[in-house]
């Protein structure tokens, strides 16, 4: 979860945050938490290009407020990419280098080794707990409902404790 005073800090995203905020309807949350946020070449590339048509495409390709960044440190991303997609390598990778506060993640693996190279992380759970504690939202349980339907997995456990944690358990 972000601080109320994230706005005007570096915050770097993913793919998935991007995507399936999209989805629901929901990318505007970033833009009124954050102002703007930085991608890498290859999420850009994955939302926009090879995902030309689907939810978050048009999107993000609109987006003033979403600028890409080039890395610069390419052995890292290649290390990284051992583990992960090259998507999440480059967003950890842009997360260092611009001194980010922040970084959207929401695959686990990603999560464990951005947070091992001393990143914040959240994802698109974060900022949907984040939208209901500011009462952006009505039900986190719907939004959750609906993000289900678009195929974006949740475990139980991790349900249970972000509803608990927005009041609605």
């Known amino acids: 979860m972000t601080s109320p005073s994230q ?5 770097v995203s993913d793919s998935s945050p991007l995507i399936h905020l999209s989805q629901i309807g929901r990318l505007s949350l970033l833009k009124e938490f954050f102002g703007e ?4 070449p290859a999420v850009y590339r994955e939302v926009v290009v090879e995902g030309r048509g689907r939810p978050g495409s048009e999107e993000v390709r609109e987006a003033s407020w979403i600028r ?3 890395i610069r440190n390419n052995h890292l991303k290649k290390l990284l990419q051992f583990i ?11 997360a260092l280098e611009a001194n980010a506060s922040l970084v959207l993640l ?3 693996e990603a999560r464990i080794q951005a ?4 990143l914040q992380v959240t994802g698109t759970l974060g900022v949907l ?11 986190l349980r719907e939004e959750l409902d609906k993000l289900k339907e678009t195929g974006f997995r949740i475990s139980k456990s991790l349900e249970k404790e972000i509803l ?4 609605e358990s």
């Open 164 to 167: 608990n944690a927005a009041g």
């Open 37 to 40: 946020l930085l991608i890498p």
């Open 129 to 139: 707990l984040r939208a209901k504690k500011l009462g952006l939202i009505k039900s």
């Open 106 to 108: 929401d695959d686990r």
């Open 68 to 70: 890409v960044v080039e």
């Open 84 to 94: 992960l997609d090259e998507g999440e390598s480059e967003a950890i990778a842009l």
């Open 7 to 11: 706005k005007n800090k570096i915050v």
């Open 115 to 118: 947070k091992r190279l001393g």
